[in-house]
């Protein structure tokens, strides 16, 4: 089945997918499938919750998948997927280039460090930077952030969209938060994200924190697996929807505090291996020896060089560090 010999069929809601009838529909709306993109991605256990036969949830996914193009692909099919690859400013051209150019769509990436570290306020700086057009290193379109924390600041926004020369009140309109009070509540709004993410044209998936939650209901070895189990779940509906919508996904993680973390003096960020395998891009932020400084390190990218840089977080948001700032506070 190349893309090319396929009958090109392009279906704009699920009811239009052969098969979907208005009872389906409503039940795969239910499971949190509200748009083509999402049931292409859709693994056909997770349509049987919607009381289907193993074949016919086969045949919605596949139906769905031929609407939006994923098959079998050439490689330079592949690379021109990869060159639709977008990037957002962090605010900071140092952080930038450590990244290799901003922060990636179509993947996840991670940051992690201890308490005020910088995370929160990387994740606040990109839901204005996404609003910036093209020219200016957006992506112009809005922002999810899904918090567990009870973090997100609008005045915070709206101080950074003012420096960024941006109408604040437009700014904050295009943000859409949800508090996330447990880990099932995290999962089931992000399953459901869907159709707000379409409609709201939103080039950022914010998850901040990512762990916090997960860390402290599943608690003890026990429950280890389990949690690792719905990690792993839920990082992978986050790059699904990442790649339907060619955004930015980008969590935060904190640092294990452990004894055993001190005796072998590295800082480990939660989550393990599945965390650590799942995001594609890790940074490591640390706060300077006093001041605003921060120090970010690339600790895995799939095709880039561990490296370091300094950033600073002011009142304008996150910036790149001045000659004079490293008089001041090196
Ligand atoms: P946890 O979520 O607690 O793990 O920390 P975090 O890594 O998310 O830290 P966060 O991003 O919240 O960073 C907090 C730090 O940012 C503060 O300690 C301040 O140094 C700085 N900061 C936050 N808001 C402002 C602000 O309005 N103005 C200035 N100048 N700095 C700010
Ligand atoms: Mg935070």
Redesign the pocket.
């Known amino acids: 089945m190349y893309g090319d010999e396929l009958e090109k069929k392009r279906y704009s809601s699920i009811e239009e997918i052969p098969g979907v009838t208005p009872s389906i529909a409503e039940k795969l709306r239910e499971l949190g499938f509200n748009t083509v993109e999402s049931l292409a991605m859709a693994t056909i256990r997770e349509l049987e919750q919607a009381g289907i036969s193993d074949k016919k949830a086969f045949e919605i996914i596949n139906a769905a998948r031929s609407s939006v193009t994923l098959s079998f692909i050439r490689a330079d099919e592949l690379l021109e997927r990869r060159q639709n690859v977008l990037r957002l400013t962090t605010g900071s051209k140092k952080l930038d280039e450590l990244l290799g150019g901003g922060l990636e769509t179509q993947t996840i990436t991670e940051f992690y460090?201890?308490?005020?570290?910088?995370?929160?306020?990387?994740a606040h700086q990109a839901c204005v930077n996404v609003q910036l057009p093209p020219e200016k290193g957006g992506l112009g379109g809005g922002a999810l952030y899904i918090d567990t924390?009870n973090?997100f600041r609008p005045e915070?926004i709206v101080?950074m969209a003012r420096f960024r020369g941006l109408d604040p009140q437009k700014v904050v309109r295009n943000i859409i938060w949800a508090e996330a009070y447990t880990s099932d509540h995290q999962m089931f709004l992000l399953e459901n994200a869907d159709k707000v993410i379409k409609e709201n044209n939103i080039r950022l998936i914010v998850v901040?924190?990512l762990t916090a939650h997960f860390r402290s209901e599943y608690i003890g070895r026990e429950n280890l697996a389990l949690r690792q189990q719905k990690l792993n779940q839920h990082m992978h509906k986050l790059i699904r929807l990442a790649r339907a919508f060619n955004a930015v996904a980008l969590v935060?993680n904190?640092v294990m505090s452990s004894p055993e973390v001190f005796l072998s003096e590295t800082i480990r960020p939660i989550g393990g291996h599945i965390v650590a395998h799942t995001s594609h891009t890790r940074v490591f932020?640390r706060k300077g020896a006093r001041g605003?400084i921060r120090i970010a390190r690339l600790v895995s990218s799939p095709y880039l060089p561990e490296g370091e840089c300094l950033f600073k977080?002011?009142?304008n948001g996150i910036e790149d560090v001045t000659e004079e700032d490293r008089g001041e506070w090196g």
């Open positions: 460090g201890e308490y005020g570290s910088g995370k929160s306020q990387i924390e973090t915070r101080q901040d924190s935060t904190q932020l605003p977080i002011t009142e």
